[in-house]
């Protein structure tokens, strides 16, 4: 279960408007924060994170997107616009491109695909707001725990002895989606493996006490499709 995937035949006929193919290598960008937001990309392989850089240098990221999702940073209908995120390959991936020009036309032609790409745009953004309560309302110790909750419900294998998380994470990548620091990550991560409620695995977190996680951060329980980190 990850990211927005095409649930319908309607939002598979964006596809037939794709305007080019984009390869990347690991690290580098689809765009950048100050580009012209001309387009929405369709994830044919790899993965995409999406952060942005604040003005005193620090990293924040916001999402990770894989193969199936579409990334769709714009405003629609609107008057010319720039990314106000970059969006870099944490992996070699291979990207479609669909003009922002030609998915407005098709959108005001076709209600059905309308309807389908206002429900994805409606979810994109209740998980950022889901994401952005749960950063403000608990701290530093719930930034980081709901952000391991993300990576399992997005990237979660059901082992014997809990839950592995599929994606290989630096502690600075990990600090990066929490907005704080790797020394206060790193601090946090040894007293969840000293109480035993998590361990590394292969460089990949095995969570072993997810319900710990969800009950220290007061989770709500939210649908499953909003509590993600993609």
């Known amino acids: 279960m990850k990211g927005d995937r095409m649930k319908s035949s309607d939002l598979e006929g964006l596809l037939t408007l794709v305007h080019k193919e984009i390869e990347l290598k690991k690290d580098a960008y689809l765009f950048q924060e100050g580009d012209l937001a001309d387009g929405i990309y369709y994830i044919r392989s790899g993965k995409i994170r999406i952060g942005k850089v604040t003005p005193d240098g620090r990293e924040i990221a916001f999402q990770i997107f894989s193969e199936g999702d579409f990334i769709y940073e714009i405003s629609l209908y609107s008057d010319t616009a720039l990314y106000a995120v970059h969006a870099r390959a944490i992996e070699d991936s291979v990207c479609a491109k669909i003009k922002k020009d030609i998915l407005e036309e098709?959108?005001?032609?076709?209600?059905?695909?309308?309807?389908?790409?206002?429900?994805?745009?409606?979810?994109?953004?209740?998980?950022?707001?889901?994401?952005?309560?749960?950063?403000i309302l608990h701290g530093k110790k719930g930034a980081l725990y709901s952000t391991l909750i993300r990576l399992a419900n997005s990237y979660g294998i059901e082992k014997e002895d809990g839950i592995l998380v599929d994606l290989s994470l630096t502690n600075q990548e990990l600090a990066n989606f929490c907005?704080?620091?790797?020394?206060?990550?790193?601090?946090?991560?040894?007293?969840?493996?000293k109480?035993?409620?998590?361990?590394?695995?292969?460089?990949?977190?095995?969570?072993h006490d997810l319900d710990y996680l969800r009950e220290e951060n007061h989770c709500e329980i939210c649908p499953i499709e909003i509590c993600k980190i993609d």
């Open 179 to 193: 907005g704080m620091t790797r020394e206060v990550v790193n601090r946090m991560l040894s007293s969840l493996k």
């Open 195 to 207: 109480d035993a409620k998590l361990s590394m695995q292969d460089g990949k977190i095995l969570i």
């Open 106 to 135: 098709n959108l005001l032609l076709k209600p059905s695909l309308n309807v389908e790409f206002m429900k994805m745009m409606s979810l994109h953004h209740k998980k950022m707001q889901s994401k952005f309560r749960d950063l």
